[in-house]
């Protein structure tokens, strides 16, 4: 945890490289291209804070010499990752927005279960886009041995997907090591159950949970990666929509439903709407909670 006196000094160091106003319309226009992640015109200064203090780190003279090296460095992948790392919020815990979570395991889960057995599967795919640290896909993780712990141990196939942009939230989520403020909604018996507190004072996943998540470093944009999550019978895309504009919006969301299974589920941010971005779903009302289905 940073100081304030530290956290000053940051500040301090970060001003001495400053983002030309053509710096910031050549970056922002990258990002979006390659993200759809949004920056307006109003937001030079939040990018330029974001960005100073790493960019005097590693040693690049100015902002344009970074954005050469983000377009023709070798290693420009590895910067890019490093980039969305310091442009995107990773706010996130354990079982957050729980009226969703109550929905998903006591009506979504059971139906979905029910479809497929209906239809001679033992296969289900569950997709956490934008899972950051890995608080989300781990949740569901333990949801679903909580619910369905006999189906789990009767020779279902349950594949839980977890995914990002950026490798270093990523590598966090594969280290399943939280500190209080990740748990703090986390109920007694799930703690006891699918946690173990380590020597450093933080709580670990238990194996049996990890094991369930598979963790992929991806971009929604990216159809091509995409393809890979065809079939999906429930997705979470919660919190995310925040970052795009109105057209990224709508390029996401078409992914999103290619990547559901006919009569799949979409869970989004409770206080986000698919509002004039897809009339694609029907919308589902389970007790108070508002969720599209393909």
């Given at each position: 945890?940073?100081?304030?006196?530290?956290?000053?000094s940051?500040?301090?160091?970060?001003?001495?490289?400053q983002?030309?106003?053509?710096?910031?319309?050549?970056?922002?226009?990258?990002?979006?291209?390659?993200?759809?992640?949004?920056?307006?015109?109003?937001?030079k200064?939040?990018?330029?804070?974001?960005?100073?203090?790493y960019?005097?780190?590693?040693?690049?003279?100015?902002?344009?010499?970074?954005?050469?090296?983000?377009?023709?460095?070798?290693?420009?992948?590895?910067?890019?990752?490093?980039l969305?790392?310091?442009?995107?919020?990773?706010e996130?815990?354990?079982?957050r927005?729980?009226?969703?979570?109550?929905?998903?395991?006591?009506?979504v889960l059971?139906?979905?279960?029910?479809?497929?057995?209906?239809?001679?599967?033992?296969?289900m795919?569950?997709?956490?886009?934008?899972?950051?640290?890995?608080?989300?896909?781990?949740?569901?993780?333990?949801?679903?041995?909580?619910?369905?712990?006999?189906?789990?141990?009767?020779?279902?196939?349950?594949?839980?997907?977890?995914?990002?942009?950026?490798?270093?939230?990523?590598?966090?989520?594969?280290?399943?090591?939280?500190n209080?403020?990740?748990?703090?909604?986390?109920?007694?018996?799930?703690l006891?159950?699918?946690?173990?507190?380590?020597?450093?004072?933080?709580?670990?996943?238990?194996?049996?949970v990890?094991?369930?998540v598979?963790?992929?470093?991806?971009?929604?944009?990216?159809?091509?990666?995409l393809r890979?999550?065809?079939?999906?019978?429930?997705v979470?895309?919660?919190?995310?929509?925040?970052?795009?504009?109105?057209m990224?919006?709508?390029?996401?969301?078409?992914?999103?439903?290619?990547?559901?299974?006919?009569?799949?589920?979409?869970?989004?941010g409770?206080?986000?709407?698919l509002?004039?971005?897809?009339?694609?779903?029907?919308?589902?009302?389970?007790?108070?909670?508002?969720?599209?289905?393909k």
């Amino acid at each position: 945890m940073h100081t304030e006196r530290s956290g000053r000094s940051a500040m301090l160091l970060s001003k001495n490289i400053q983002m030309s106003d053509n710096a910031f319309t050549a970056l922002k226009e990258m990002i979006y291209e390659r993200t759809g992640i949004f920056f307006s015109d109003n937001k030079k200064s939040l990018l330029e804070n974001r960005l100073s203090r790493y960019i005097e780190d590693n040693g690049y003279e100015d902002f344009e010499k970074y954005i050469d090296i983000l377009k023709y460095s070798p290693s420009r992948d590895k910067e890019f990752s490093a980039l969305y790392e310091r442009i995107t919020t990773n706010e996130t815990f354990f079982f957050r927005d729980v009226n969703q979570l109550q929905a998903f395991e006591t009506d979504v889960l059971p139906m979905v279960v029910k479809e497929l057995e209906g239809k001679g599967i033992k296969k289900m795919r569950i997709w956490s886009a934008a899972c950051s640290t890995g608080e989300e896909p781990y949740t569901l993780a333990m949801l679903i041995r909580n619910r369905i712990s006999q189906i789990y141990n009767s020779g279902w196939d349950i594949e839980i997907h977890g995914s990002d942009i950026s490798e270093g939230v990523l590598n966090s989520a594969r280290v399943g090591e939280y500190n209080n403020y990740s748990i703090r909604n986390v109920p007694p018996q799930y703690l006891d159950r699918y946690f173990v507190k380590n020597g450093n004072g933080k709580y670990g996943v238990r194996p049996e949970v990890k094991g369930m998540v598979r963790l992929s470093n991806i971009n929604l944009f990216d159809e091509a990666k995409l393809r890979m999550f065809r079939g999906m019978n429930i997705v979470f895309c919660r919190n995310v929509l925040i970052y795009f504009d109105e057209m990224a919006k709508k390029r996401v969301i078409a992914n999103i439903y290619d990547s559901l299974a006919p009569g799949g589920y979409l869970f989004i941010g409770h206080a986000e709407s698919l509002f004039n971005i897809s009339r694609a779903f029907k919308l589902v009302n389970i007790n108070n909670v508002l969720i599209y289905q393909k």
